[in-house]
């Protein structure tokens, strides 16, 4: 007989695309608005990772924090990819959120504690 239909697969499958998504419009936009969104985005990167960064209109590629920007959801995109074609979907999951779960920490952080705590 078939096999038997296997529900988390098929929420693992769906969460992993959410979060290709999400980490395609992350690279896109630190690649390619960096001039409207590196003001905004560049101190608080900057404290939590102890790198200076400019918000201006070029960036810095060799900047570690910048390459973390858009080379992390990048990475992330094709390791996903490639546990889930392993058949490990909870690694899948993990790996896909994680380049968006650092950068909404180190917002968060930023922006949501006073400056004492940074």
Do not use: E
Not at 11 to 35: C, D, E, K
């Amino acid at each position: 007989m078939g096999q038997a239909y296997d529900h988390t697969q098929a929420a693992g499958n769906s969460l992993v695309r959410y979060f290709t998504l999400i980490n395609i419009a992350i690279a896109l936009t630190a690649l390619g608005l960096w001039a409207y969104v590196g003001p905004w985005l560049a101190d608080p990167l900057s404290a939590a990772t102890q790198v200076q960064m400019q918000g201006g209109s070029r960036p810095d590629l060799a900047n570690p924090t910048y390459a973390f920007l858009w080379l992390a959801p990048l990475a992330a995109i094709v390791l996903s990819q490639a546990a889930q074609t392993a058949a490990l979907y909870r690694l899948a999951r993990w790996i896909a959120a994680y380049p968006a779960i650092m950068i909404a920490f180190s917002l968060i952080w930023y922006f949501g504690f006073s400056a004492d705590y940074r």
